[in-house]
């Protein structure tokens, strides 16, 4: 049975300005530009400023904080609608004020003046092979055959499709008949193309094949080339004692063959695959610079457009100011125009507050690790985790994380990801709590120093760290070393 009640509740809904804001946030700022196109196209409303005049529109930060409590409503188009427009903020505001841009001498120019970065025109791995391909004398028919397989090829050089896979690929796609044995022929005709070793089902395939290239009557390659067909399983647990004794090797014969096969490169594509990543380009989000001792932080200019309302759009409102208003298309369209120049100025002030936020967070990092970036040394740092970070700049803890999961910033001591200066603590047996990144440094430093014929196991790393004063369990120690993507001691050992 249908009945009627009253209910209340209480609700927290995001803004439209905060959603755009938050998202905003978290973009890097090599994407960053992007976005700043697709609103451009999005909204006409919106444009570049020129000569560095500033946004005439603006709104201080406080007004834009007062907004995101408001509800927005999207208008109905009735006459009420239409009768109630008022534009008078849009055309008298900033009428009489000096543009900026007359106050700059054009014989300085501006320091963050963005500078046209050259775009690298490179060739893809598979490009590679297929300009290979072309030298061939093949008809059309093998020649899309070997096309189909160069392009089942993996971005490392291997073929890790199956040839009955490729056959049934050929048969669908390409309408083209063909058997298991002429793919395996073509297969072995592309594994003669450069770079060696491409286009082999597993790491010991291209590992021979390229030694195949060498030299065949060089003892070291004779012996390399044995180890890895009768001995792989054991060359890869560097197990070097049994190889040794099977093949009845002396130790620099061993130590040539091994140095043979660790000369190869396990991932023939691997040069052009990482090339022709954008991953592979990192754009700062932040400079530090060491000004005589004192830390300066700056952001990067990309992060700061000069964006601003157009000024056609502004004219046509001030042409319906002075008109005698009546026309029902004339006020359609004021709206319009009204619904743009709003979205402008909220995407204008969120760019700004993208702005304020990053500032005071990287400021807020930056003072909190102040020694670090003074010296590079990782021992210096401190313990560190989002709920610090917020507490400073009274900004929410999941605001931090947007910043601290995107961004990059430049030191002297290199590029890094402002992720990198989160750290949880460990205590030492003065009581006193060091960055878990500490520990790792030294870590990493005691098995950089070892013995690499005697590498030291995680119970020995572990007496060494408990006896400089730091608490902490072997199982730890094995977690911090796997963090580092350092292997276990046997792996570790080398002739």
């Excluded at 501006?110 to 970065?117: G, L, N, V």
């Excluded at 125009?337 to 400021?363: N, P, V």
């Excluded at 910033?409 to 750290?423: M, N, R």
């Excluded at 030492?428 to 870590?443: A, N, Q």
């Amino acid at each position: 049975m249908l009945k009627q009640s009253q209910q209340q509740k209480l609700l927290q809904k995001l803004s439209p300005q905060q959603i755009q804001l938050m998202k905003l946030l978290q973009v890097p700022t090599a994407v960053l530009e992007e976005r700043i196109k697709e609103e451009l196209e999005e909204n006409p409303a919106l444009e570049y400023g020129e000569d560095g005049q500033e946004e005439e529109f603006k709104e201080t930060t406080e007004d834009f904080e007062a907004k995101e409590g408001e509800e927005d409503f999207e208008p109905d188009g009735s006459e009420n609608e239409y009768d109630n427009i008022d534009i008078s903020e849009y055309v008298s505001e900033g009428d009489d004020d000096i543009a900026d841009y007359r106050l700059r001498d054009d014989n300085y120019p501006d320091p963050d003046e963005s500078r046209t970065i050259p775009v690298r025109v490179e060739t893809t791995f598979h490009d590679h092979l297929l300009d290979q391909l072309g030298m061939l004398s093949l008809d059309e028919r093998r020649t899309r055959i070997a096309e189909q397989i160069i392009g089942s090829i993996d971005d490392d050089g291997y073929l890790r499709r199956e040839v009955s896979a490729i056959v049934d690929d050929l048969s669908f796609s390409q309408n083209v008949q063909t058997e298991e044995d002429e793919i395996r022929d073509l297969i072995k005709l592309i594994q003669q193309f450069d770079p060696p070793g491409v286009c082999c089902v597993d790491l010991k395939e291209c590992l021979v094949l390229q030694l195949k290239r060498k030299n065949p009557e060089d003892p070291g390659v004779l012996n390399a080339t044995q180890i890895l067909d009768n001995y792989f399983d054991e060359f890869t647990k560097k197990h070097y004692e049994k190889i040794q004794r099977s093949l009845n090797l002396t130790d620099d014969d061993l130590k040539e063959a091994i140095g043979q096969i660790i000369r190869l490169n396990p991932k023939p594509g691997g040069n052009y695959s990482v090339m022709n990543k954008a991953e592979s380009y990192v754009i700062p989000d932040f400079f530090i610079l060491n000004n005589v001792g004192k830390l300066e932080l700056s952001l990067n200019s990309k992060n700061a457009p000069d964006l601003r309302i157009s000024e056609g759009y502004r004219d046509m409102l001030k042409e319906y100011d002075r008109g005698d208003k009546k026309d029902k298309r004339q006020k359609e369209a004021v709206l319009f125009i009204k619904q743009k120049i709003d979205a402008a100025k909220w995407f204008i002030d969120a760019i700004k507050q993208r702005q304020h936020t990053l500032l005071s967070t990287m400021e807020a990092i930056m003072n909190y690790q102040y020694d670090f970036f003074l010296t590079g040394d990782e021992t210096t740092m401190r313990p560190m985790i989002l709920k610090d970070i917020a507490d400073i700049t009274q900004l929410d803890i999941s605001t931090v994380s947007r910043v601290a999961n995107s961004k990059y910033v430049q030191t002297e001591f290199g590029t890094f990801k402002l992720k990198f200066f989160f750290s949880e603590s460990l205590s030492t047996d003065s009581g006193e709590e060091v960055s878990t990144r500490e520990v790792k440094k030294i870590l990493s430093d005691m098995i950089e120093g070892e013995n690499k014929r005697k590498p030291l196991s995680d119970e020995n790393l572990t007496k060494m760290l408990q006896d400089k004063g730091y608490n902490i369990a072997r199982r730890t120690v094995a977690k911090y070393r796997e963090q580092l993507n350092i292997p276990v001691a046997r792996l570790r050992k080398e002739l």
